[in-house]
């Protein structure tokens, strides 16, 4: 009995946000969003480090604001090419 649930198991899934680049892009919004808000949240005194590459900067925030908004903007922009026909 365990075998048959095994093969079951074994099944491969595929990966719905590695196959619709759609729900990639709705996902990476969703992220800069909720990036932005933690932002405004924090005191105007406050540094923060933002991820460039593989490497921390610190930066104000200010800087990391408007970069995560510049970001945002792109994948909205990438989202609205996959929708128009």
Known sequence: MEAASA??????????????PKL????EI?????AI??????????NVYQKN???FFRTTIQ???SSEQK?????????QKLNSP
Not at 24 to 27: E, Q, S, T
Not at 37 to 46: I, T
Request: charged share 15%.
């Open 7 to 20: 093969s079951s198991l074994s099944a491969p899934v595929p990966s719905s946000s590695a196959s619709d």
């Open 53 to 55: 590459g593989n490497l």
């Open 30 to 34: 969703r992220s800069y969003e909720i």
């Open 37 to 46: 808000g933690e932002l405004s949240n924090l005191p105007a005194s406050r």
């Open 63 to 65: 800087k990391a604001t």
């Open 24 to 27: 990639h892009l709705l996902k």
């Open 71 to 79: 970001q945002l903007n792109s994948s909205k922009a990438q989202l």
